[in-house]
């Protein structure tokens, strides 16, 4: 979901500070976000992922001590030899393997789900006013032959012989020692003698279900939900991931989205240029009425506020409309419309260009 190292992602120290963590991660979220001209789609989603470990302190406890999962915490690849130990005694009242107080009394492993990502496609009317759709996800469900024990019906268990029963593996290059759930028991420590047919032993299938997920009003192309407990099982009796869900909003004919604002491209006709006018334009809401100011140029930006698009999590605030002008020209003129122009310009004996020859006449670029 989120670059291996977090930090690297959001560019920020093991120390930095919570606002320094979201400051960081609304400057990269601005610069890299896909509706920004040079945004990045796959920087956009590391940069929400990391976000979502830092900003949360259980998952970036669990990440700053190396992952080993209980129930409530996150996870992450390696943890230490110590942390076990402290974890694993304070949760089942005995010591690792070998430590004393316990002996003889493997604890299970716990491990948290891997967390799920699923796209879903909404129209922009619906990420306007927000919507409700059904996704359909796939999961590991316990298999129904054996009950998710891996085993043929009636089969003993026996202690698994890729962790000896210790439900982790455990792996050391000299310096740095980690350990993992056991991949063959998934932390439990021990295997059937006999393998399930249906499963292989696994004690899973695949399966999957659909799951009813409410878009908030005002959603971005790219943006992710996150759903509680709905990515993969956990091993061990540990709790399931999460489940992400990245929202693709379709574009709109007539609206465009800005950041927190949405733009139109409203042409308007030389006349209306010149002399102003009033004329009428798209909201979201209907028909409204906007007075053009006489001498308006192409390119002016006009604002409707507060007529944009809801902003999530803002109590009901909406962002702006706003109507960026096009003088449209047109390119087939009648002899007569011909004469008027050419009169026109006769009477206004105007050189917009006098200015800038004048500038770079006093530079040396252009003889005056």
């Given at each position: ?215 908030p009003a005002g959603i971005r192309d790219g943006g ?45 006709t030389v006349t209306e240029a010149l002399r102003g ?11 409204k009425t906007i007075r053009v100011a006489p001498g ?73």
């Amino acid at each position: 979901m989120a670059a291996a190292d977090p930090y690297k992602t959001l560019g920020v120290d093991r120390s930095a500070s919570p606002e320094a963590i979201k400051k960081a991660y609304r400057v990269l979220a601005r610069k890299h976000h896909p509706d920004n001209e040079g945004g990045n789609e796959d920087k956009f989603k590391d940069i929400q992922g990391a976000y979502d470990i830092l900003s949360d302190p259980e998952k970036k406890s669990a990440y700053d001590r190396g992952g080993f999962q209980v129930p409530g915490m996150g996870s992450a690849e390696n943890f230490s030899m110590s942390d076990l130990a402290d974890i694993l005694g304070g949760v089942f009242g005995s010591r690792m393997p070998g430590g004393g107080g316990g002996r003889g009394q493997r604890p299970q492993m716990q491990a948290r789900g891997r967390d799920l990502e699923t796209q879903a496609r909404i129209t922009f009317d619906q990420s306007i006013a927000g919507t409700e759709i059904t996704l359909p996800v796939p999961s590991q469900d316990p298999c129904p032959d054996c009950r998710g024990t891996g085993g043929r019906p009636g089969s003993q268990m026996t202690t698994c012989p890729e962790c000896s029963g210790q439900g982790v593996v455990i792996q050391s290059d000299g310096l740095f020692t980690s350990q993992t759930p056991c991949p063959k028991c998934r932390g439990v420590g021990r295997v059937p003698k006999d393998p399930c047919n249906t499963c292989r032993g696994t004690g899973r299938r695949p399966g999957g279900s659909t799951l009813r997920v409410k878009v908030p009003a005002g959603i971005r192309d790219g943006g992710r939900i996150k759903v509680p407990g709905r990515g993969e099982p956990g091993v061990g009796a540990g709790p399931r991931g999460d489940l992400y869900v990245v929202v693709h909003v379709a574009p709109s004919r007539v609206f465009h989205r800005k950041g927190d604002h949405l733009e139109i491209e409203l042409p308007i006709t030389v006349t209306e240029a010149l002399r102003g006018a009033e004329v009428k334009v798209p909201t979201l809401d209907g028909v409204k009425t906007i007075r053009v100011a006489p001498g308006t140029k192409h390119g002016t930006l006009q604002r409707l506020k507060g007529l944009g698009p809801p902003l999530s999590g803002k109590n009901g605030a909406r962002g702006d409309l706003h109507y960026r002008i096009a003088v449209d020209i047109p390119k087939d003129l009648t002899d007569e419309q011909k004469a008027l122009v050419d009169a026109l310009g006769a009477s206004m004996d105007y050189d917009p260009r006098e200015d800038l020859m004048k500038r770079a006449a006093a530079r040396g670029g252009v003889n005056a």
